[in-house]
T-cell receptor
Framework: NAGVTQTPKFQVLKTGQSMTLQCAQD?????MSWYRQDPGMGLRLIHY???????DQGEVPNGYNVSRSTTEDFPLRLLSAAPSQTSVYFC????????????FGQGTRLTVV | TQLLEQSPQFLSIQEGENLTVYCNSS?????LQWYRQEPGEGPVLLVT?????EVKKLKRLTFQFGDARKDSSLHITAAQPGDTGLYLC?????????FGTGTSLTVIP
């Protein structure tokens, strides 16, 4: 049971660099989302997708891009990394029928120096 | 703006004690979820509550959804060290789902 797979698990970037966080799910879920988790802030929604070809912004979208070309994959791109983007990033998927009954990946710990 | 506020933020108790954590909002949600997260892992779903006033039990954990569907509580009876973790509530409006600030629980053996 793979569930939701995120890569990489750890990453260090220099300010201004770009990178893509990968997320794949094998549960045929339509709804996928990206969150960032910072101390004392809980999880904050960055972007989400309700199906292939459809994406929308969440609570904190600035500095991030997403695309959804297939049901399985939902990559998150950091265009020009900033220290404020140092965080733990989680990808999640759900069937969307009963609210955020989501399955989460193990997270990517990103440090921007 | 944090739609879901949880309290307390931190809780440290002795094994065997009871505890309650709260999740409050000014918004009405069609459903509300509770998750537990352990260090280095993603959150794992514990329960979904849908109906105002609903009570669900999961072994020693009791979840309640407020009558107005704006708040929820999680009560743990006879806490054990294995209950240690970050407890998060989550609710949705439309296609956007929001998480609470979390309650970090430590159960001391």
């Amino acid at each position: 049971n793979a569930g939701v797979t995120q890569t990489p698990k750890f990453q260090v970037l220099k300010t201004g660099q770009s990178m893509t966080l990968q997320c794949a799910q094998d549960m045929n879920h339509e709804y996928m989302s990206w969150y960032r988790q910072d101390p004392g802030m809980g999880l904050r929604l960055i972007h989400y997708s309700v199906g292939a070809g459809i994406t929308d912004q969440g609570e904190v979208p600035n500095g991030y891009n997403v695309s959804r070309s297939t049901t399985e994959d939902f990559p998150l791109r950091l265009l020009s990394a900033a220290p404020s983007q140092t965080s733990v990033y989680f990808c999640a998927s759900s069937s969307g029928e009963r609210g955020p009954e989501a399955f989460f990946g193990q997270g990517t710990r990103l440090t921007v120096v | 703006t944090q739609l879901l506020e949880q309290s307390p933020q931190f809780l440290s108790i002795q094994e065997g004690e009871n505890l309650t954590v709260y999740c409050n909002s000014s918004s009405v949600f069609s459903s509300l979820q509770w998750y537990r997260q352990e260090p280095g892992e993603g959150p794992v779903l514990l329960v979904t509550v849908v109906t105002g006033g609903e009570v669900k039990k999961l072994k020693r954990l009791t979840f309640q959804f407020g009558d107005a569907r704006k708040d929820s509580s999680l009560h743990i009876t006879a806490a054990q060290p294995g209950d240690t973790g970050l407890y998060l509530c989550a609710g949705g409006t439309g296609n956007q789902f929001y998480f609470g600030t979390g309650t970090s629980l430590t159960v001391i053996p």
